[in-house]
């Protein structure tokens, strides 16, 4: 199946980043997979030197498939050993991999674990958790779950979380803004 003309030239850009955006089934692996052999093919880059990434497992590892696949058909089995090495996957092991190869620059713990969600919600009620009941006793704490409920609070402290999250100010300031409004309300 031939390349679309912008496609092709997705595959074919050289000397610039390329991010391919599509909806689903309009041939993006192809696009990168084509691209990823091209530089490899026609410019002898190592694959070890390139970043192939994209957001899910499943296309991660069928990218990875083609791209062996093709590399072994066309009996360039240098390249094809180093594939197993190279940089392609999601942007979430990318970002993994570059914290576990840079865990001082990045202020990480360099033995850091990426937990499943499941797992993350429940560390997370659990700090939430403690944190409320070593503040129960202050005054100020004691009176806000008196007025608006234990739910109520746990889902306020959560939502700025979320939004400390996305913002440059500290949780600890978008929670002071947040307390300031429901008093104006």
Known sequence: MKLSEQQRLAAETV?????????????????LVERFLHLV??????????????????????????IVERLRGERLEEARREVENAAIG????????????????????????????GEAELLQERALD?????MVTAEEVFDLLHIYGEKAVREGILEAYRGSRNSEDPFEEILKRRARANRED
């Open 90 to 117: 999601t942007i979430h092991s990318f970002a993994a991999r570059l914290l576990r190869e840079h865990p001082i620059e990045a202020g990480v713990d360099p033995h850091f674990a990426i937990l499943e969600s």
């Open 130 to 134: 403690e944190t409320i009941e070593s």
């Open 41 to 66: 093919t026609r410019y002898q880059v190592s694959p070890r030197a390139i970043l192939a990434i994209t957001f899910t497992e499943k296309a991660a590892n069928e990218m990875k498939r083609r």
């Open 15 to 31: 000397g610039k980043n390329v991010c391919v955006s599509a909806g689903a089934g309009s041939g993006k692996t192809r696009v």
